[in-house]
């Protein structure tokens, strides 16, 4: 067994499933939690507590959409007081100004603010619904609340020519800091990456626009960029590495070490329910599985960059290379970064022109039962 | 930017101290925890919006009597300085 001791930083708390969204990109898993298997108020509230308990600085409300929870505000008040600063991540609906009061009142501390794109068109096609405006709407509305506001936009082929646009909506706002994350490719992303793979063109545009509006906006705006790590040279530390500073409880209660570990087949994972978060955090054997070196495979077990990314994503090895211990295959030390480069072959044949003209065959993501 | 000495720093929307009984004491912030003791304790506790850039440096040169005057002026510009780049502090 692995006995170092991690305290973990953050607890991703995804509080449903359910969202008003249909994303092409989401990062839930494909088979979803249905609404009767959601916690009840009271069992977060008690993960809450554990959570801080474990050392845990922060919470993030995630989904689906947290919103989506009649019982949003009593669990931002329960958060609070267990000593969790509490990120709310969120498309902004259903919600109206009435409501964002009682969240702000209840001691929400960050609202960040999900984008589809800069146009309403894009943010329909995307979403499987019409959202755009709402967010308008929404983001005044913050500007009138004593609240941080991040804006999220989810980036990739099909939107990356309006990031000057997106950068306006946020210059307009009340935000301090804006968030471009490239899509990363799990869950619904990964069945439709042909479509939303960016070309390297693309990216290396977008590199030099943020980097110049970062130098623009320095000490009235943070901008963080995520790339797409297909194209990186080496791997993400995903999750800041396995079991060491994250973990997520999913709406049923089971403790995950990341969004997408249920596509790793052999993997168990305990419940809130059944037995205390320190416990699973600290022995249980899915959050053991990937902590440490001990399970690492050559290139990663001699390598001087493995304290660094932790030989990457543990999903992504399964997703691109069906095992989930070797060595994230987007690293450019990995024997199967071939398997990548092919991906990214396929990418570059299709000129942009073509790419942002017709509208793609997505597979949307669908609502749990 | 050097924050002017007759501003009144205070923490953005979104940035506080953890509780007092809360070990470490940390600035919490969105996607961010600075780990606070000593001197940027001191500091970030007096960014409430009243005191001035100007009495800051005072009551810390007060505490910090042995150390040099104009040292301590600088370090804490310059840590002003830092934390309104992280959009931690607002200048009223």
Redesign the interface.
Known sequence: MNTDKHTP?ALIAELTHRCPLHCVYCSNPLELDTRSLELSTAEWSKVFREAAELGA??SDFTGGEPLARPDIVELVSAARAA?L?V?LISSGLPLDEARLEKLVAAGL??F?LSFQGARPEIAAEISGTTTHGQKLRVLEWLGRH?????LNFVIHRRNMEQLEEMLAIAEASCA??VEFANVQYYGWAFANRENLLPTREQLDTSLEILKRAQERL?????I?YVVPDYYAKFPKACMGGWGRKLMLVAPSGEVLPCHAARVIPGLTFENVKARGLREIWESSPAFQKFRGEDWMQEPCRSCDRRGVDFGGCRCQALLLVNDAAATDPVCSLSPDRNKVDAILAGVAVAPVAVVTESKPEWLYRVNPA | MTPDLNSKPQLAPGCRLNEETQQPRVLLMPEKALRLSGPSLEIVERCDGKRTVREIIAELQKIYDKAERQKVETDILGYLALLNDQRAVDFI
Do not use: F, P, S
């Open positions: 930083l600085l922060q000593g600063y990120n501390d960050h960040q004593r609240v941080a506001v991040t301090t800091r320095r000490g009235k705006m943070r963080e």
